[in-house]
């Protein structure tokens, strides 16, 4: 299964940053769609979700902040990040999982916001 983060960079407290994650169609049309971040020691979190039928959860920390989005005629996420802090700088990953099937993260794109 290929999930293909990209979009991550250095940003300066306030910026913004739109991170894609990109894969097959049938990865797409059939899997739950959803980005997690690890912080420099600390553990994996749910970031923002998305299901196939586009019902979107955010953690409380980036409500307001981040946008979650699918765009089915490119089989691609994507994270609206506006307003970012330095506690958002992570390793941002892309996961798919369906009820009862498997679950993917892809490789992780990073994110570093400067204060």
């Known amino acids: 299964v290929q999930l293909q983060a990209s979009g991550g960079g250095l940003v300066q407290a306030g910026g913004s940053l739109k991170l894609s994650c990109a894969t097959s169609e049938r990865i797409f049309t059939r899997n739950d769609m959803a980005w997690y971040r690890q912080a420099p020691g600390k553990e994996r979190e749910l970031v923002a979700s998305?299901?196939?039928?586009?019902?979107?959860t955010y953690a409380d920390a980036v409500k307001g902040r981040l946008t979650i989005s699918r765009d089915s005629a490119r089989n691609t996420v994507y994270l609206q990040m506006n307003n970012l802090k330095p506690e958002d700088t992570a390793v941002y990953y892309c996961?798919?999982?369906?009820?009862?099937?498997?679950?993917?993260y892809g490789q992780g794109t990073l994110v570093t916001v400067s204060s």
């Open positions: 998305i299901t196939v039928s586009g019902s979107t």
């Open positions: 996961k798919c999982s369906r009820r009862g099937g498997p679950i993917y």
